[in-house]
């Protein structure tokens, strides 16, 4: 069996957890794979491993020997996957992996946003507390979550999750999903529409997919309708916010803050708005991206392809 793994470097991992997939057959990691190298370096590939090197349905017609896609990731929009089904070729995805590393880093940038943690770190590094008359200072009021609402756009493994966290530190918590079931038992916990949620609530949390439908459905008309005094964050998709849009409600007080994991062109442009935007953490598509969450990947895309070379494919998505 000879297996490729286009785009390694991606899971900054050990060669120890990389050798799992040697008990398969022949293993060729690449770190990095341009679009032009993909067909060179896959041609003899009959298992290609992909994060996000993209597979079309042109690419995959020149590579014959192909019979399995494991992609490490839970989305699966780098693969043609109606092209993989007309030659029979099973792509698996990894549906559960990150629940509590996303979540961990949706509550840091709440977190962040209400303690301004880095902005008062510079501040004493820079000389303000030795040279200041008190004891102590604030340069920014620290904001006390106790009390606050946080509306969770998208109540599935992840939203739930940080529904929990954010109640254990004193919040009440808004959901807003397609399907309503199984609801909390804690106190504070109300089922809402997007538009109440985005009207009432102090924090907003996007956890759903990306789809056609809800592409940047957070606009400039959905954020105008939130509270002066409200922060939106997203560990989600990138798309989901209009960026131009959200840049324009920080810079005018139409909100308060954003703490933004993804945008929606990776990595970054340099002209992307929100990078000199008011008020607004953004971190390098990082919620994904515990230890943990990233050995738990690999181990389940290893299970994927013996799963399939056992006769009995796992994670099938086409």
């Not at 341009?34 to 995959?60: C, G």
């Not at 810079?251 to 994991?261: E, H, K, L, S, W």
């Not at 442009?269 to 935007?277: G, I, Q």
Request: proline share 3%; aromatic share 8%.
């Amino acid at each position: 069996m000879n297996i490729v793994v286009l785009d390694g470097f991606t899971m900054h991992l050990g060669a120890e957890l990389w050798d799992q997939f040697k008990d398969f057959g022949e293993l060729t990691i690449y770190d990095r794979t341009e679009d032009k190298d993909i067909i060179e370096r896959a041609k003899d590939a009959e298992v290609v491993v992909t994060n996000k090197v993209p597979l079309s349905a042109e690419t995959l017609a020149q590579l014959p020997k192909l019979r399995f896609i494991a992609a490490l990731a839970t989305g699966y929009n780098m693969v043609d996957i109606e092209a993989a089904r007309s030659r029979d070729i099973p792509v698996s995805n990894v549906p559960i992996y990150g629940t509590d590393s996303v979540s961990q880093h949706a509550i840091s940038l709440i977190l962040e946003l209400s303690n301004n943690v880095g902005m008062h770190d510079r501040s004493v590094k820079s000389g303000e507390w030795s040279s200041s008359k008190d004891w102590t200072y604030w340069n920014k009021d620290v904001l006390a979550l106790t009390g606050l609402t946080l509306g969770i756009v998208g109540y599935g493994r992840i939203g739930r999750l940080v529904g929990e966290i954010a109640h254990a530190l004193g919040m009440k918590i808004w959901a807003a999903d397609v399907i309503e079931t199984n609801p909390p038992d804690y106190e504070g916990f109300a089922w809402k529409s997007i538009e109440d949620l985005f009207a009432g609530a102090d924090f907003i949390t996007l956890h759903c997919n990306l789809t056609s439908e809800n592409t940047e459905f957070v606009n400039a008309d959905l954020l105008k309708t939130m509270k002066r005094t409200a922060y939106i964050i997203n560990t989600a998709r990138g798309p989901l916010i209009n960026d131009q849009d959200l840049a324009d409600a920080l810079n005018n007080g139409t909100i308060a803050g954003a703490g933004v994991d993804v945008v929606s062109q990776e990595p970054i442009s340099t002209d992307n708005p929100l990078l000199k935007a008011e008020n607004c953490i953004l971190t390098p598509h990082i919620a994904w991206s515990s230890n943990l969450a990233r050995e738990r990947l690999l181990n389940i895309g290893v299970d994927n392809v013996r799963a399939f070379l056992e006769g009995k494919p796992a994670n099938v998505i086409n």
